[in-house]
């Protein structure tokens, strides 16, 4: 989780994924975000999907599965969910059963 990209809420990162062989040899993507307790994330990956699909994937530090952003065969993927602890938390980009894609990546974070 070292190699994880630290991002900030609002900011719009576009990047591209890629698999080597278009099955589990993936270079995967890392975000990560400090999070407050309490605080509610809302985390999207815009894509095309006939381009290529993508996963999502929210978990902590510690490896801690929250939430994946639904394994579906249409565009974009979507993870919404509310932290129980303030923590680091880690967002992974995957490409599925492709070479990959590009996406655009955005969280927006509520506060109490």
């Given at each position: 989780m070292d190699t994880a990209t630290a991002i900030s809420p609002t900011i719009i990162y576009h990047a591209i994924v890629c698999s080597a062989d278009g099955m589990d040899n993936h270079d995967g993507d890392l975000f990560s975000l400090r999070v407050d307790a309490g605080c509610s994330l809302?985390?999207?990956a815009e894509f095309t999907h006939s381009d290529g699909n993508l996963d999502m994937v929210l978990y902590t530090r510690s490896s801690n599965f929250l939430g994946e952003g639904g394994k579906s065969d249409t565009d974009n993927e979507i993870?919404?969910?509310t932290t129980t602890e303030s923590d680091?938390?880690?967002?992974s980009i995957i490409p599925y059963l492709t070479m990959g894609n590009q996406y655009a990546l955005q969280v927006y974070l509520a506060c109490p």
């Open positions: 809302e985390i999207f993870i919404t969910y680091e938390y880690f967002i």
